[in-house]
């Protein structure tokens, strides 16, 4: 391969080539892409790479590479995307990386690399996407970061310095499974096009940052596995474009605020491992695009751990049906609450479309399940039928207060069937009666 000397581009990625990259490559001088990853490559990088001074695109990632960047990686000016993650590179970034002022996109990610982070990584303004993590690297990431006005992706380690502040382009920080701590710094509530913030699996702590009410761009939100406590900030209903909000797993206390339901976008929701109390919000019904919500172990008022889970799809999805079934296990015998049953109804697009074909202007009617027809007994046998006799394999949630079990019942319906704990063993009458009266609330 090292005599086609007039080659441009060479895309040998995505195969299961092995062993060592031939040094022979260092030939093909006028190589502009060079793309190895995805194979089982290993051994050193040659250091006859550091010649092919026309690259702009090189990308070694998620092979098995050994040794050290090489210094001479400084010296291939053109070169706008250096892709080295995944391998098993040691040693420290060299300073000479500084030196490609043409470089956007410098991911060294998952590799072992550990010492400084050198300076001069702030002189590289054309930087779009930075990501160093994980590795061991060590001392406070350089003030001159703030230098890198045109950053738009960032997944770092360590400390948050405050001149992240400058850093106005961003639209992802990916700081997740670090070793951070304190308190976020406010100069970040410049980052107004901030579309991803993950700060999850760290040891920050204090109240939730207010500042995220600057961030209404923002459609990934996670910042589980902190200490961050105090209450859920009533702001947080101000970031209308959230699809997915992760605050589990922290200290937070009080009542999820009503705000939350203003987040009409939010398609899932994880709230556990908390120590939120109170009744969740009817008016999370509203919530039409809500599609799953974990609100589990928490020590709600009326509502005990379980998994809540939810077949509510927006209104251009097929129509289904979720019914909540609320099983009472009471001195050896299991009893159903028929009376707490409740159907949830979507629009059906595919049968308002055959109304429609028919002539049928008429909007379709909900159906609605009365009571004094309802054969309890008939569906506890389906339920019976439909979990294998609550069998471990349906379970798809436990709690203090019950086991949720996922059932396909003879209707087609997918429901979820908690099967509550023995009432003498678990709980007083008046936590009961909340449980039944909050599990009939909600709508997921």
Known sequence: ???????????????????????TLGNLTKLIVLHLFNNHLSGFIPQEIGKLKSLQDLSFGNDSLIGSILTSFGDLSSVTLLHLWNNQLSGSIPKELGNLKFLNDLELSENQLSGPIPASLGNLSKLEILFLRPNQLSDPIPHEFGNLTNLLVLEMVREIPKEYGKLTSLEWMILANNQLSGWIPQELRSLTKLSKLDLSTNKFSGPLPGILENYRNLFYLNLSNNMFNQQIPLQIGKLFQLTEMDLSSNILIGEIPLEITNLKSLEK???????????????????????????????????????????????TLERRTLVLVIMLSLGGALLLLGAFIRLLFMFNSRKTKSQVEEGDTQPPKEDLLSISIFNGRAMYNDIVQATNDFDAAYCIGKGGYGTVYKAKLPSTNIVAVKKLHPLSERADRKDFLNEVRTLTEIKH
């Not at 695009?289 to 379980?306: E, H, T």
């Open 269 to 315: 929701l994880n709230l556990s491992h908390n120590k939120l109390s109170g009744l969740i919000p009817k008016s999370f019904e509203g919530m039409y695009g809500l599609a799953y919500v974990d609100i589990s172990y928490r020590v709600f008022k009326g509502l005990q751990p379980c998994k809540v889970l939810s077949t509510l799809h927006k209104h």
């Open 1 to 23: 391969m090292g005599n086609l000397v007039n080659l441009v581009e060479l895309y040998m990625d995505n195969n299961n080539f092995i062993g060592p990259i031939p040094s």
